[in-house]
Structures are given as C-alpha cells and as structure tokens.
C-alpha cells in the first residue's frame, strides 16, 4: 500500500541552526501538506502546496519557514534559525487532488528537537 | 472560522465495551469534510473515516460506526467491542470551503482511549 515517507524520523539541532525535513508523498497525489504537533498538543495545519506553490498557510508558517519541492518526489520543509519552540513533531500529508478526494495519508512524523 | 472541540480528553474501558468518541465542529461553510483520525503510541496518523456536509447518512464499518447530525453539529465515532489495540489519541478534524476537497485539515485537542484488558 503506497505510503508518505518521512526523513529523518529523529532530528536533533542546536538553537539557530537550519534544519532541512524531507517527506515523499505518494506518488500521484498533488497536494501536499506540513503540520505539526507540539507535545501533548493538538496537530497544528503549517502550510499546504499544489502546482509548485503555496496554496495556503498559517499564521505560524513565518519567514523563517520555507517549502520546496525539488524534484518530482521529495516536499520538504526548512526551518532557517530554529528556536527553542519549534521542537515539536512534524507531519507531512499529502492527497490525490481530485474533485471531491481530500483524504489526506500522513507520515509516521519527524520529531524535532531543538536544544 | 472553523473550530473543532472535543470535550472528552481522557476515555478508560475495559476490552469489549462499546465507547462513543464526541466531536463538535463550528464552520460557516455549507461545503465541508469531517474527519476522524487515530494516532497510536507509535505517533503516526492514520485516517479512519471521512464524511461530507451532504452526507448525512450514517455507517458502520466494521467495529466503527459514525453518527453525523448537522443540526447539532456534530459527528461522533463509537467503537463497538474495543480492543487493546484501540488504545490510541483520537482526532477529530475538518476541512470546509470552496476547495474543500483539499484544503487544510482544522483539528481538535484529541481524546486519549485506554482499553484495558
């Protein structure tokens, strides 16, 4: 069954470093999504990206946040200077797209820690 | 704006009891998904059910079963003869607008289910 894969599944970083999240969606879906749960907190919507480009985000996706898609498998998510609060685990999802389809398939998560 | 509540945030029962998840949501849309989402121990989210604003009918898959009522704005998820491998968080959430099919998830805090063996 196909799958979203997250890398890495454990992140360590130190305060203001850039740290790089990578997630390949399934294979023919065109929507992809970044969220994020805080510890023992509810799952928190960053941004969303369909057609190579932002179709909407948070108010927490700041600046300092970014999404790519690089080639025609990887979405990944870079947090430029990461503080303390952005330790949290981070979800990818991704959905086919089509016309009434939005069930959105998540990854196993990357937690990220910032110390 | 949408919000979604899940009041419970803490369900215990013993192995075969029937436990009934409550999920209320708030949207001015007249489009919109709801959803239920379990996320086990292992942390992953695994969608369970979905159901649209025109839907109404309810189900029962299995040992799920779902129960959408508008007027009251909510769409509750009971589990019949649980498992221990029920034990999970529970996630309610909801999509709604024009691109509806697609467009953020808005989830709620989560109910934590034990069952006990």
């Known amino acids: 069954e196909p799958e979203v894969t997250q890398t890495p599944s454990h992140q360590v970083t130190q305060m203001g470093q850039e740290v790089i999240l990578r997630c390949v969606p399934i294979?023919?879906?065109?929507?992809f999504y970044w969220y994020r749960q805080i510890l023992g907190q509810k799952v928190e919507f960053l941004v969303s990206?369909?057609?190579?480009?932002?179709?909407?985000k948070s108010e927490i996706f700041d600046d300092q946040f970014s999404v790519e898609r690089p080639d025609g498998s990887n979405f990944t998510l870079k947090i430029r200077s990461t503080k303390l609060e952005d330790s949290a685990m981070y979800f990818c999802?991704?959905?086919?797209?089509?016309?009434?389809?939005?069930?959105?398939?998540f990854g196993a998560g990357t937690r990220l820690s910032v110390l | 704006a949408q919000k979604v509540t899940q009041a419970q945030t803490e369900i215990s029962v013993v192995e075969k009891e029937d436990v009934t998840l409550d999920c209320v949501y708030e949207?001015?849309?007249?489009?919109?998904?709801l959803f239920w989402y379990k996320q086990p121990p292992s942390g992953e989210l695994v969608f369970l059910i979905r159901?649209?604003?025109?839907?109404?009918q309810n189900e029962i898959s299995g040992r799920y079963s779902w129960n959408f009522q508008k007027s009251t704005s909510s769409f509750n998820f009971t589990i019949t003869a649980s498992q221990v491998v029920d034990s999970a968080v529970y996630f309610c959430?909801?999509?709604?607008?024009?691109?509806?099919?697609?467009?953020?998830?808005?989830f709620g805090k989560g109910i934590t289910l034990s069952v006990r063996p």
């Open positions: 999802a991704s959905s086919e797209g089509t016309s009434g389809q939005n069930i959105q398939y």
């Open positions: 294979s023919n879906h065109l929507y």
């Open positions: 990206f369909y057609n190579n480009e932002i179709s909407e």
């Open positions: 949207t001015r849309d007249t489009t919109y998904y």
């Open positions: 159901r649209n604003s025109f839907d109404e």
């Open positions: 959430a909801l999509s709604e607008g024009y691109t509806g099919a697609n467009s953020k998830l808005t």
